[in-house]
């Protein structure tokens, strides 16, 4: 009989219990019984207790694979089938061991989701989908991914998170553009230049992609006039010719000047012809300062211009464009004269001499400003006529300079001559007192004893002197003092009595020239601000000069500078319609 492993179907050999192929026991049937026992002639099986019809329910499963066909013999033969039950396997499973397992696979998949979130790119990208803190490069990209479904504000939100997290990104330039594109999309072109300028600034200033983009965004705009201004910029940052041709061609061409004058050097004034050659309004500005248009003036009438260095500035405008800027550089320089000559040498001479001065340059156009009181000739000195100059006794230095049209100075011409002849000496301050009194010299109780008692005294400031001072007030005027070391000393009186007699027996209601007549007089002539110079010695530091004054009366003031002290005395003769009417001798500390 064959019999067949239940659990893995292997044929067993006859009389076998275990099946060699799996360890399961095999079914066991009775050979006694059955439909193969009868057809061996085995006999028919006997009953059971249980009677023939009476109900079987299998205890197993083993009843259920029965051969069908000895379920049929024993159905034919009204027999109660015989069940043999196999023996049943015991399963030993280890629970701990199948937890552990199942335990380190729930440990794997985490991590490894972990890993894969936040080590990878496609991780860090579905963290940015769902809203989650993600990396840079994540966010750029689903940022792209927006702008593609169309979800243009998404895009921008996530782009812009995404550069302020890594603003300093190796390709954050291209990154920047994509969020250029995603403003624009969103028509927002004053961000997206905003970021265009940001990128050609702090960024690479020689990539012409920002420039193309800003200029595209001016067009766009009508804003012709800064598209001409920045395409110079971007020429100069990425001497791309391309933004230069593109420059030339929008804006007015330059201004120019008349061939005639045109920049450079030149000795006499000249006037500079603006010329525009496409006819459009020009704008200029003469120096450095000030831009253009804005800050200049519209050009109507040739420039005049003088002595000096000069910049002329100018551009032509159409509409709303500018030119590029003309710079046109002038110098003028006025040609000097030459100095005079004199028609006497330098020497000595015994009888009073007359000495002509005479021109030896080439521009007749001169006039000569000459001195004999030893100080330097200016444009304020006497001019020289055919007369001549009339020179007096003593030591003369005839000075003298030639000044052209043009106000230039020449060098300047000197001739020293002694002319043997009388003349009056200096005002000296020590031989020229005042009637009973001298500066620095006459005490307070002097003076006092000779001229009474004041009819005032009080104490004053004066910043002529250092010191106490006082002031003693009379009738004729008035005497100040101050306390030296040596006492109470006059430094300055001032009186208007004709009865008081001053140095040289001068007094008041003399004229002009009694005055001048008693000191040293040059006889120079008047200077061009009507005051005139008597002589200076700066040897001696003696000085004598006529002024004006304020209200156009004269002063003839005698100055001799003290080095002792040191100090200036100053006598001073105040004429009113050419007659002294007050006198004054002052003592100023230097």
């Known amino acids: 009989m064959v019999v067949v492993c239940e659990h893995c179907g292997t044929v067993a050999a006859e009389g076998e219990l275990i099946c060699h192929a799996c360890g399961a026991m095999l079914p066991v049937r009775d050979l006694n019984r059955g439909t193969a026992a009868i057809r061996q002639g085995r006999g028919r099986p006997q009953p059971t207790e249980n009677a023939v019809g009476s109900e079987h329910k299998p ?17 034919a033969m009204g027999q109660q089938t015989i069940v043999v039950h196999p023996p049943r396997k015991r399963t030993n499973i280890n629970w701990a061991m199948l937890f552990t397992v199942l335990l380190v696979l729930v440990v794997f998949t985490v991590v490894g989701g972990y890993v894969f979130l936040r080590l990878t790119h496609p991780g860090q990208m579905i963290l940015a989908r769902m809203g989650y803190e993600a990396d840079a490069s994540a966010m750029w990209d689903i940022g792209e991914e927006y702008m593609d479904q169309g979800y243009i504000e998404r895009a921008i939100m996530i782009e812009e998170e995404a550069y302020a997290k890594d603003p300093d990104r190796d390709d954050i330039y291209d990154r920047l553009q994509q969020l250029c594109e995603a403003y624009e999309a969103a028509e927002r072109p004053a961000d997206a230049e905003r970021l265009y300028t940001l990128m ?15 200029l595209r965004l001016m067009r766009a705009q009508g804003r012709n006039m800064e598209a001409s201004q920045f395409l110079k910029l971007a020429y100069e940052n990425t001497k791309l010719s391309s933004f230069e041709t593109e420059r030339l061609e929008m804006i007015p061409e330059a201004p120019t000047v ?48 003088t002595e000096g260095g000069w910049t002329i500035r100018a551009v032509c405008v159409s509409t709303e464009l500018v030119s590029d800027e003309l710079n046109a550089k002038y110098v003028i ?26 021109n030896v340059g080439d521009d007749p156009n001169v006039t000569f400003y000459y001195t004999i009181d030893n100080t330097a000739p200016t444009i304020n000195s006497p001019i020289y006529d055919e007369d001549g100059i009339l020179l007096p006794g003593g030591k003369i230095t005839v000075r003298a300079v030639a000044v052209n049209s043009y106000g230039k100075v020449s060098n300047e011409m000197s001739v020293e001559l002694q002319i043997d002849i009388p003349f009056k000496k200096y005002y000296r301050y020590m031989d020229d007192p005042i009637e009973g009194a001298q500066l620095m010299k006459t005490t307070y109780n002097q003076f006092v004893s000779k001229y009474g008692k004041p009819l005032k005294e009080e104490s004053i400031t004066d910043t002529a002197i250092r ?38 027996n001068t007094r008041i209601g003399m004229k002009e020239t009694e005055v001048t007549e008693l000191f040293r007089d040059l006889g120079q002539k008047n200077n061009q601000d009507g005051t005139r110079s008597l002589y200076s010695d700066s040897k001696e530091r003696c000085y004598g000069k006529i002024n ?17 002290y040191p100090a200036t005395i100053v006598l001073s003769y105040y004429l009113t319609d050419g007659v002294v009417s007050r006198v004054t001798n002052s003592f100023t500390s230097n």
């Open 258 to 305: 008349s061939e005639k004058v045109g920049a450079g050097r030149y000795k006499k004034d000249q006037d500079v012809e603006l010329i525009s050659p496409e006819g459009n309004d020009i704008y200029y500005l003469i120096g450095d300062e000030g831009s253009l248009p804005e800050d200049g003036k519209l050009y109507e009438e040739p420039i005049h211009l």
């Open 59 to 75: 205890a197993d499963e083993y009843t259920d694979k029965l051969d069908d066909r000895d379920r049929a013999d024993h159905a």
């Open 467 to 504: 010191g106490t001072c006082s002031r003693l007030t009379y009738a004729w005027g008035e005497a100040r003092f101050y306390v030296a070391e040596s006492g109470t000393l006059l430094y300055y009186i001032d009186t208007t009595s004709s009865s008081m007699r001053m140095p040289r």
């Open 200 to 214: 050609y600034e702090k960024l690479d200033k020689t990539n012409p992609i920002a420039y193309q983009n800003i």
């Open 548 to 564: 004006i004054l304020s209200n156009g009366q004269k002063r003839i003031d005698y100055t001799y500078v003290d080095p002792e």
């Open 333 to 358: 320089t006025y040609p000097s004269p030459d100095a005079p000559k004199a028609s006497l040498a330098p020497g000595r001479y015994v009888q009073r001499q007359r000495i002509r001065l005479r």
